[in-house]
C-alpha cells in the first residue's frame, strides 16, 4: 500500500526524523503534536489551556492538509506529565470534537519533547 507524506508550513516542522502525518489508503496518521507555534518555533505554553489550545491547533491544520477535520478523527492518544492537570486539557480538548469524541487513551509521561506539558497524536479515517 502507497503512503503519502503530509506536511503543512501551518503547523510547526518535525523536530526529529519523522513527518507531521502520514497518510495511507484512507488512514492519516499524524504525529504526537506538542505546544509549538509554527510562526515562531516558541512554545505557545503561558498556562495549560494555551498548551492544549495550540497542539489542538497543530493537529487541526495537518488535519486541514489532508482534508479531514476533527470528525474524522478516529483515535487519539494524550501524553500529559502531571495527571493533577487532567481536567483542564479534557475541557479545552473536548471542544475540538463537538461531542463526536474518538477512541482515546491518556498516559502521564516523566517528561515530553521541549519539556512540554501535553503532546497528542491522532488517528483520522476518510
Do not use: W
Request: charged share 15%; proline share 4%.
Amino acid at each position: 500500500m502507497e503512503k503519502q507524506i503530509v506536511n503543512t508550513n501551518q503547523a510547526p516542522a518535525p523536530i526529529g526524523p519523522y513527518n507531521q502525518a502520514v497518510l495511507t489508503g484512507n488512514l492519516l496518521f499524524i504525529s504526537g503534536q506538542i505546544c509549538i507555534d509554527a510562526t515562531t518555533g516558541q512554545l505557545k505554553n503561558k498556562d495549560i489551556q494555551e498548551e492544549t489550545h495550540q497542539v489542538m491547533q497543530n493537529i487541526k491544520v495537518i488535519l486541514q492538509e489532508a482534508g479531514m477535520t476533527f470528525a474524522n478523527v478516529v483515535k487519539t492518544t494524550i501524553f500529559i506529565t502531571d495527571m493533577n492537570r487532567f481536567g483542564e486539557i479534557n475541557e479545552i480538548y473536548a471542544k475540538y470534537f463537538n461531542g463526536d469524541f474518538p477512541a482515546r487513551e491518556t498516559v502521564q509521561v516523566s517528561a515530553l519533547p521541549k519539556l512540554a506539558n501535553v503532546e497528542i497524536s491522532i488517528v483520522a479515517t476518510r
